[in-house]
């Protein structure tokens, strides 16, 4: 009997060792399809482009690429924006399902995938026009789709030294400035809708007081300017944390 057993152990382990392999070169597999299928969706989005007038200032920081939103709604209708934080090198596509359970699992291609889509929320307007906008992405631990967004919670002077992301419509590009970056849950004050001044108000405080950034400034916010909300998940997979980053309207150009 002990002669088995000294057999039996250790061809279980090498079994779960095979095993473990296997499902460890599929997760890779999937994470390189995910990668490759964004990486050539860049493709559309070309550097930048003088499509937009500059400022008269001799020195414009405004990013400005050139972008094929034809040829993007052409591959997939859901398409809305496409997203860029440059501190970060985030260049995404964003789309918007009927609901928001659509696109956690399917790429803008429509393929299964863990890495799924960075999407808008189902009930926000697509024309960014809500007071807050709600944009949803997977933290990837190949620092993928919004797997790199913990970034600003390492690096406190990361923000500071790029405060800006950006989103660009078929209309126009518009800029923003990050204000406020935490940790929360899901169904939390960080998701409810905001419709009055005095939402906006309430809201912004709420977002300031549990804020870690330190780069606030009362001018960001002058005239109550219309908010976007970065949402991924934060801690344990599977758990209820949430990372968020707030940023308010800087600059809006049309295109030409």
Same mark, same amino acid.
């Given at each position: ?8 152990? +250790? ?19 999937? !994470? ?5 299928? !964004? ?11 003088? %499509?937009? +007038?500059?400022?008269? $200032?001799?020195?414009?920081? /405004? ?5 094929? /939103? @034809?040829?993007?709604?052409? *591959?997939?209708?859901? /398409? &809305? ?7 970060? @090198?985030?260049?995404? +596509? ?8 659509? !696109?956690?699992? *399917?790429?803008? $291609? ?8 960075? /999407? ?8 960014? #026009? ?7 992405? =997977? ?16 690096? @406190?002077?990361?923000?500071? @030294? ?9 209309? &126009? ?35 300031? %007081? ?6 606030? %400034? ?6 109550? +300017? ?7 998940? =934060?801690?344990?997979?599977?758990? #209820?944390? *949430?990372?968020?980053? =707030? ?5 809006? &150009?049309?295109?030409?």
């Amino acid at each position: 009997m002990k002669k088995w057993i000294r057999i039996i152990i +250790p061809v279980c382990a090498v079994m779960v060792l095979i095993v473990a392999c296997i499902n460890l070169g599929s997760i890779f597999m999937e !994470y390189n399809r995910g990668v490759q299928e !964004y990486k050539n969706l860049q493709e559309y989005v070309k550097e930048e482009h003088p %499509q937009i +007038p500059a400022r008269p $200032e001799e020195e414009d920081d /405004f990013l400005v690429p050139e972008i094929d /939103f @034809e040829a993007l709604k052409a *591959r997939n209708g859901d /398409f &809305r924006y496409w997203l860029y934080i440059p501190a970060l @090198e985030v260049n995404y +596509p964003v789309v918007q399902g009927a609901d928001n359970e659509i !696109y956690l699992y *399917r790429t803008f $291609e429509g393929e299964t995938n863990s890495a799924g889509c960075i /999407f808008l929320d189902a009930g926000n307007s697509p024309d960014l #026009t809500d007071r807050n906008t709600v944009i949803y992405g =997977h933290n990837m631990k190949n620092h993928s789709m919004f797997g790199s967004l913990k970034e600003f919670l390492q690096n @406190e002077e990361l923000a500071e @030294e790029s405060p800006y992301f950006y989103l660009y419509t078929e209309e &126009r590009a518009v800029r923003y400035r990050i204000v406020s970056y935490y940790t929360t849950v899901s169904g939390s004050d960080t998701y409810q809708s905001v419709y009055t001044d005095e939402e906006y108000d309430g809201y912004l405080k709420m977002t300031l %007081q549990k804020s870690q950034y330190k780069g606030y %400034q009362e001018e960001f916010t002058e005239g109550r +300017p219309d908010m976007v909300t970065l949402s991924t998940c =934060h801690g344990k997979a599977g758990g #209820t944390g *949430r990372f968020v980053v =707030h940023g308010v309207v800087d600059e809006i &150009r049309e295109w030409e």
